[in-house]
């Protein structure tokens, strides 16, 4: 097969030995050394991944990825007899139109506290219509009861398994919803808001929503909020992705704009407002995000320095083969192939250690659980809990490609110095 001169010369230097075997070693080491660098930062990338994915789905899944609030003429059924505020529902049918969104549920939410017979707490009550809810989280997270329950009995909520245990009640107990911003006035004087509330499901996340969220139909949260019709005030849009949140606004900002510049009154999106969950959990993912980072960072630096043992590795080939490449260069080898002799050899290397370490890599982050459970590691110190791994082929061809690219500039400086060698100087004692 035909073979450039200089490609087959770079390749039988990679497998030539060295006299002293220090140049050998070097470069083994430097092989070792990106090995171990791409295939740690690919585990460590794709449990990171992993992380970012559970959060996403453990607290995105519940957390409203778009709330729109602020409905004009709220009260305009007031006195009609009506009993649902028709603007939220021409509206939802505009934002079912938009890119990106999947479903649109209207909701109504205040501060409340929650008191059983041992114990009290402060959570975010929201009233919900479980038939828009069918595709929720919490519906596929019940452990007892289900949020259907909400709409066929009265006076009844669903909340999380950490807050149940809290306050040591299950499925069918009594508790006490008190809206402390809500008040009456009785011949005992003005009192808080209450009302007892029968327990009708039980959820579990594994988030810290358990602890914080009670779930009511929206009839008897407007009840208890002294609302008329319905009582909903907002609508949140879960998304395709929630990092499309600020895409979604943005373009319905837009269409906002442009009915406002055009008076249409009638518009549903005439006089609405946007929020995102940047406004409640951006910090957190910001923190997730800059850690992902800063590991990148340090593991890139890890494989930096293993392409740099190819330098050194290269410099003492090029001072040991002196009189090789002065030979060379009298039989007419043009400087160009000189160097492309010394980068061939220098990728030998770096494309070893790269496809080692990929190799290595993929199988330790899909095997990292059972790996750590046959030697006996549990990063969590109790229960079974396991490392969530996801394993993306985007970020294992950047990790590749960086390395590779490494490799490749780690040649350059010795390849260009082989190439200034002056065959006369080199072989006049030869």
């Known amino acids: 097969m035909f073979q450039p001169i200089s490609i087959f010369i770079g390749l039988r230097y990679s497998r030539s030995k060295s006299p002293t075997g220090f140049v050998s070693f070097i470069t083994f080491f430097s092989t070792v050394g990106i090995l171990l660098g791409v295939a740690s930062l690919i585990t460590v990338v794709s449990v ?8 996403k789905k453990r607290i995105l899944g519940i ?3 778009v709330i729109v609030s602020d409905f004009p003429d709220k009260d305009a059924d007031k006195g009609t007899g009506a009993t649902e505020n028709s603007y939220w529902q021409s509206l939802r049918k505009e934002l079912l139109t938009q890119p990106h969104v999947l479903q649109v549920t209207p909701f109504l939410e205040s501060e409340a506290l929650i008191q059983s017979t041992t114990g009290l707490q402060g959570v975010l009550l929201q009233g919900i219509m479980p038939k828009f809810e069918r595709q929720n989280i919490i519906s596929s997270h019940m452990v007892a009861g289900s949020l259907a329950n909400l709409s066929t009995q009265s006076y009844s909520l669903v909340l ?4 149940a245990n809290k306050l040591q009640v299950s499925l069918g107990d ?3 919803l008190v809206l402390p911003n809500k008040s009456v006035f009785t011949p005992m004087g003005r009192i808080p808001v209450q009302r007892v ?5 039980i959820f579990h996340i594994g988030s810290q929503v358990d602890d914080a969220m009670v779930y009511v139909d929206s009839r008897y949260g407007a009840k208890l909020l002294r609302r008329t019709g319905d009582g ?3 609508l949140r849009l879960y998304l395709d992705d929630a990092f499309n949140a600020q895409q979604v606004v943005t373009a319905l900002e837009s269409k906002q704009q442009s009915a406002q510049l055009r008076k249409q009154t009638g518009n549903p999106l005439h006089s609405v407002s ?3 969950w940047n406004e409640s959990q951006g910090a957190l993912f910001s923190a997730v995000k800059m850690e992902k980072n800063m590991m990148w960072l340090m593991l890139s630096l890890i494989v930096a320095v293993a392409t740099f043992n190819i330098v050194s590795a290269l410099v003492m080939v090029v001072v040991d083969k002196q009189a090789e490449i002065g030979i060379l260069q009298t039989l007419g080898l043009a400087r160009t192939d000189v160097i492309k002799i010394f980068i061939t050899q220098g990728m030998v290397n770096g494309l070893w250690g790269v496809s080692l370490g990929g190799v290595i890599g993929v199988i330790l982050a899909l095997n990292l659980n059972d790996i750590m459970l046959v030697i006996g590691v549990n990063l969590f110190g109790f229960g079974v809990q396991s490392l969530p791994i996801k ?5 294992v061809l950047t990790i590749i490609l960086s390395a590779l690219v490494m490799s490749f500039l780690a040649t350059l400086y010795p390849a260009y110095q082989a190439s200034t060698t002056q065959p006369a100087q080199v072989l006049r004692n030869e």
């Open 232 to 234: 909903i005030d907002k």
């Open 197 to 201: 509330f029968t327990v009708a499901g």
């Open 391 to 395: 394993l993306e082929f985007f970020d």
């Open 274 to 276: 946007f929020s995102t």
């Open 160 to 163: 999380g398994q950490s807050l």
């Open 48 to 55: 990171m991944n992993g992380f970012e994915g559970e959060l």
């Open 174 to 176: 009594e508790v006490r």
């Open 63 to 65: 957390v409203p990825h």
